[in-house]
């Protein structure tokens, strides 16, 4: 998408200490109700019966033309996913940064039961927004976007964080000259004459950049220089470690300093605006940026200027896909197709906002959407992505696994 830049029948059980087959049956209800995370809960918002994928993820389908105002053909693909059974992380096209693959493709490799399309991007594959994998930050963001962490509480849960967020990362030197500092201009990005670069193993096997730069190689622990290459591009990313690239050969003060043996300091900081704790988003094991965040603690958002979002975006129909969850913790992964009349027309922002509602969702993400909208199950694609050449490929997907 353009960057942008929501009667149950009781069975009569017998009253004596049941026998083998009533442990049985006892056993049968426990496991129904186990499939779905709260028993009766589809019938309460109106989503019918569900297909179980996998216990503990179900998938509902809704055609409900009401869901639009004014009313109109829509296709809504959604997964309900039980925190306690799987997990849930994201996923770079090819394994590296500035890589582009199908949602399908991406979640074939790494063998995942669903995915969604995730994060905005560039043409070229580089993600437009905050992006960490496997707790490496591998994009950052000085403007701030809606965004959703994935971590893990102490009972191995999986649990959200909703926020708008900027992310960035400054390096410490510790140099005989004593401590010098830098703020990172980008991380596993293009570089740019005078600006200083982190090179992450995830971006590639090299830096892919030209000479008349300066390469520090950083490897060890703790963190060391180990190489500080001169006019030279295209360094060698140790596979436990980074390198850090400057453009151009007039080095700043900081640089200068700095010596083979010397110890860096990486650090990565984050900063929200509604109140969720920087250092959870630090920790998380993945963090997804999105445009618009739609619904936190349970109010609706409609705050958007702050995330300087195109005109247009959020009140267009577009193909959508979107992020939840709801007080229960359950989480809900939904795209909404588009820009197809006779199938689906798609949302604005206050449509997903009102499905988020009828879902009882008290977080909600708007990830990437448009032609990007794909949604994967079992290897299969069930929705209609909009692009006439079929699935979009896209730089990053959030896959679903079983815990």
């Given at each position: 998408?353009?960057?942008?830049?929501?009667?149950?029948?009781?069975?009569?059980?017998?009253?004596?200490?049941?026998?083998?087959?009533?442990?049985?049956?006892?056993?049968?209800?426990?496991s129904?109700?186990?499939?779905?995370?709260?028993?009766?809960?589809s019938d309460d918002l109106g989503l019918g019966t569900p297909d179980v994928v996998v216990t503990g993820v179900l998938r509902y389908q809704l055609a409900d033309p009401g869901?639009?105002?004014?009313?109109?053909?829509?296709?809504?693909?959604?997964?309900?996913?039980?925190p306690d059974r799987i997990h849930l992380r994201s996923a770079l096209a090819q394994d590296e940064v500035m890589g582009t693959e199908t949602v399908a493709e991406i979640a074939a490799r790494h063998q995942a039961i669903?995915?969604?399309?995730?994060?905005?991007?560039?043409?070229?594959?580089?993600?437009?927004g905050v992006l960490k994998v496997d707790g490496e930050l591998v994009s950052d963001t000085a403007r701030p976007r809606g965004a959703v962490a994935v971590r893990s509480d102490v009972r191995r849960r999986t649990r959200l964080i909703f926020d708008v967020v900027t992310a960035g990362?400054?390096?410490?030197?510790s140099t005989a000259e004593g401590e010098k500092s830098m703020n990172v201009a980008g991380i596993d990005t293009v570089r740019h004459r005078g600006r200083l670069m982190l090179f992450t193993p995830k971006y590639h096997e090299h830096t892919d950049t030209a000479a008349r730069g300066v390469e520090l190689i950083l490897d060890g622990s703790p963190l060391t220089v180990r190489d500080r290459r001169l006019d030279a591009g295209s360094s060698p990313i140790p596979p436990s470690g980074y390198v850090l690239s400057y453009g151009g050969l007039d080095l700043p003060e900081e640089l200068r300093a700095v010596e083979i043996g010397d110890e860096v300091r990486i650090e990565r900081h984050f900063a929200t605006r509604h109140g969720t704790?920087?250092?959870l988003w630090a920790e998380a094991d993945h963090v997804i940026g999105g445009a618009g965040l739609l619904m936190n603690d349970g109010r609706a958002i409609d705050e958007w200027e702050v995330e300087d979002l195109r005109p247009g975006f959020t009140t267009e129909r577009h193909p959508r896909t979107l992020i939840g969850a709801d007080r229960a913790g359950d989480i809900w992964?939904?795209?909404?197709?588009?820009?197809?009349?006779?199938?689906?027309?798609?949302?604005?922002?206050?449509?997903?906002?009102r499905l988020a509602v009828r879902l009882k969702l008290t977080d909600a993400l708007n990830l990437d959407g448009g032609g990007s909208t794909t949604m994967v199950v079992r290897d299969t694609v069930v929705n209609h992505p909009s692009d006439s050449g079929g699935p979009r490929k896209v730089s990053d997907a959030l896959l679903v696994f079983l815990r």
């Amino acid at each position: 998408m353009p960057e942008p830049v929501r009667s149950v029948h009781r069975a009569r059980l017998p009253t004596r200490r049941p026998g083998i087959d009533g442990v049985c049956l006892l056993f049968l209800l426990f496991s129904l109700c186990a499939s779905v995370t709260s028993c009766g809960a589809s019938d309460d918002l109106g989503l019918g019966t569900p297909d179980v994928v996998v216990t503990g993820v179900l998938r509902y389908q809704l055609a409900d033309p009401g869901l639009l105002e004014p009313p109109g053909p829509i296709a809504v693909q959604v997964l309900r996913l039980d925190p306690d059974r799987i997990h849930l992380r994201s996923a770079l096209a090819q394994d590296e940064v500035m890589g582009t693959e199908t949602v399908a493709e991406i979640a074939a490799r790494h063998q995942a039961i669903a995915a969604v399309n995730a994060g905005f991007f560039l043409p070229n594959g580089d993600p437009a927004g905050v992006l960490k994998v496997d707790g490496e930050l591998v994009s950052d963001t000085a403007r701030p976007r809606g965004a959703v962490a994935v971590r893990s509480d102490v009972r191995r849960r999986t649990r959200l964080i909703f926020d708008v967020v900027t992310a960035g990362v400054r390096v410490r030197f510790s140099t005989a000259e004593g401590e010098k500092s830098m703020n990172v201009a980008g991380i596993d990005t293009v570089r740019h004459r005078g600006r200083l670069m982190l090179f992450t193993p995830k971006y590639h096997e090299h830096t892919d950049t030209a000479a008349r730069g300066v390469e520090l190689i950083l490897d060890g622990s703790p963190l060391t220089v180990r190489d500080r290459r001169l006019d030279a591009g295209s360094s060698p990313i140790p596979p436990s470690g980074y390198v850090l690239s400057y453009g151009g050969l007039d080095l700043p003060e900081e640089l200068r300093a700095v010596e083979i043996g010397d110890e860096v300091r990486i650090e990565r900081h984050f900063a929200t605006r509604h109140g969720t704790s920087p250092r959870l988003w630090a920790e998380a094991d993945h963090v997804i940026g999105g445009a618009g965040l739609l619904m936190n603690d349970g109010r609706a958002i409609d705050e958007w200027e702050v995330e300087d979002l195109r005109p247009g975006f959020t009140t267009e129909r577009h193909p959508r896909t979107l992020i939840g969850a709801d007080r229960a913790g359950d989480i809900w992964l939904l795209t909404v197709d588009g820009r197809n009349p006779q199938i689906s027309l798609g949302m604005t922002f206050a449509e997903l906002q009102r499905l988020a509602v009828r879902l009882k969702l008290t977080d909600a993400l708007n990830l990437d959407g448009g032609g990007s909208t794909t949604m994967v199950v079992r290897d299969t694609v069930v929705n209609h992505p909009s692009d006439s050449g079929g699935p979009r490929k896209v730089s990053d997907a959030l896959l679903v696994f079983l815990r």
